[in-house]
T-cell receptor, first 115, second 116 residues
Framework: DTEVTQTPKHLVMGMTNKKSLKCEQH?????MYWYKQKAKKPPELMFV???????INESVPSRFSPECPNSSLLNLHLHALQPEDSALYLC??????????????FGDGTRLSIL | DQQVKQNSPSLSVQEGRISILNCDYT??????FLWYKKYPAEGPTFLIS?????DKNEDGRFTVFLNKSAKHLSLHIVPSQPGDSAVYFC???????????????FGQGTTLQVKP
């Protein structure tokens, strides 16, 4: 089992809504990541968790709030988003923090549209 | 400042021939390099990686070459198949201080089309 599962696959929300994206992996990986990808652009790192602790926040606006309740689960809580936040949100995991021999494995993402 | 560059936005190759995708980087701290393939409506799929202590890594039809002095890596696909048609991203990570940061820097991607 080498899967990273993300739900929902699609999400449409208004600017005043609160919603959450969910990511799950059962590979025993201890590092998990959130990325944002706009059309025809590479993924951009948002957050890194290592052993359920936030280790990197790439200056992401506070309307995005990550949470790692346990080693298998990663959430991204959304509140008061802007239309420019519409994008594909990707979750990834790796056995340990990425370095030699530690590739990141990605889920299929959540396509988020802000009305 | 783009630290990882894929200068060819697209590449078209005939089925059965070799596909060569190129990637350049500027940060000499990078010590681990990866290639990902991405189909539309799917997340990136890890293909192959190479550590900076090696100059070549091979996995089936995929071979990655690393030239540290030129800060250049390439992905060779032999033979190319129509199912290889996708966007290919190279990515790099660095160790800072005593450990890994987990941060991957991606190139802009190259769209490969393999024609039957």
């Amino acid at each position: 089992d080498t899967e990273v599962t993300q739900t929902p696959k699609h999400l449409v929300m208004g600017m005043t809504n609160k919603k959450s994206l969910k990511c799950e992996q059962h590979m025993g990986h201890r590092a998990m990541y959130w990325y944002k990808q706009k059309a025809k652009k590479p993924p951009e790192l948002m957050f890194v968790y290592s052993y359920e602790k936030l280790s990197i926040n790439e200056s992401v606006p506070s309307r995005f709030s990550p949470e790692c309740p346990n080693s298998s689960l990663l959430n991204l809580h959304l509140h008061a988003l802007q239309p420019e936040d519409s994008a594909l949100y990707l979750c990834a995991s790796s056995q340990l923090l990425t370095g030699a021999g530690q590739p990141q494995h990605f889920g299929d993402g959540t396509r988020l549209s802000i009305l | 400042d783009q630290q990882v560059k894929q200068n060819s936005p697209s590449l078209s190759v005939q089925e059965g021939r070799i596909s060569i995708l190129n990637c350049d980087y500027t940060n000499s701290m990078f010590d681990y390099f990866l290639w990902y393939k991405k189909y539309p409506a799917e997340g990136p799929t890890f293909l192959i990686s190479i550590s900076s202590i090696k100059d070549k890594n091979e996995d089936g039809r995929f071979t990655v070459f690393l030239n540290k002095s030129a800060k250049h890596l390439s992905l060779h696909i032999v033979p190319s198949q129509p199912g290889d048609s996708a966007v290919y991203f190279c990515a790099a990570s660095a160790r800072y201080g005593s450990g890994n940061t987990g941060k991957l820097i991606f190139g802009q991607g190259t769209t490969l089309q393999v024609k039957p």
